[in-house]
Structure formats: structure tokens, C-alpha cells
């Protein structure tokens, strides 16, 4: 690899002209590359846990909320509906205790 020793610009291959016009090149060691090789595997790492992340909150949000809202009335009828309450006057015992 090749950069111009003016503008930085990099070429795979030795070029007689860069863009800028500049004929000076600094040749740069095939070490780099595999550096910036390494470089990207790490990003690509952290991008796939930062997706998974982002799945799961999503996940979180919408996969646990949503059902809520369908169960939630139901239960709450049922109660309503099985709950008695007798009136007061038919428990009530108003006999005395002492008849006699
Ligand atoms: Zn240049």
C-alpha cells in the first residue's frame, strides 16, 4: 500500500500521480492491514452484542407488555361477578338471648 505524502490518500497500487498531483509515496507495511482487519472483527463484535441488547429490550417492551393489556379485564370481570355480598338483615341475628 501506498500513501501520498501530501494529502494522506492511500492506494493498493503504486501509482505514478495522486489525485492531488503529488508524485512522493510512503509505502506502508501489509501489517496495518491486518491490523485494521482485527479492528473490524472487534466492531463487529460489539455491534452484534449492542444488537443483541437491543433485541432484548425490545423484547422486554414489547413482547412482555402487549399480552398484558388482553389478560388484564378478564380476571378482573370474574371477580366482580363472583363476589356476594348477602344483605346484612338476612346474617343478622335479632332474637334476644334471653327469652324467657
Ligand atoms: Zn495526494
Known amino acids: 500500500m501506498f500513501k501520498c505524502s501530501v494529502c494522506q490518500k492511500i492506494y493498493n497500487t503504486k501509482v505514478q500521480y495522486c489525485d492531488c498531483g503529488n508524485d512522493e509515496f510512503e ?13 473490524n472483527a472487534q466492531q463487529l463484535i460489539s455491534w452484534l452484542i449492542f444488537g443483541i441488547c437491543i433485541i432484548i429490550s425490545a423484547w422486554i417492551w414489547f413482547g412482555t407488555d402487549s399480552p398484558k393489556p388482553n389478560h388484564k379485564p378478564l380476571p378482573k370481570k370474574e371477580v366482580q361477578n363472583s ?10 341475628d335479632s332474637t334476644p338471648a334471653y327469652n324467657k
Open 27 to 39: 509505502e506502508i507495511p501489509a501489517t496495518k492491514d491486518s491490523k485494521s482487519y482485527a479492528v
Open 83 to 92: 363476589q356476594y355480598i348477602p344483605s346484612i338483615d338476612n346474617i343478622w
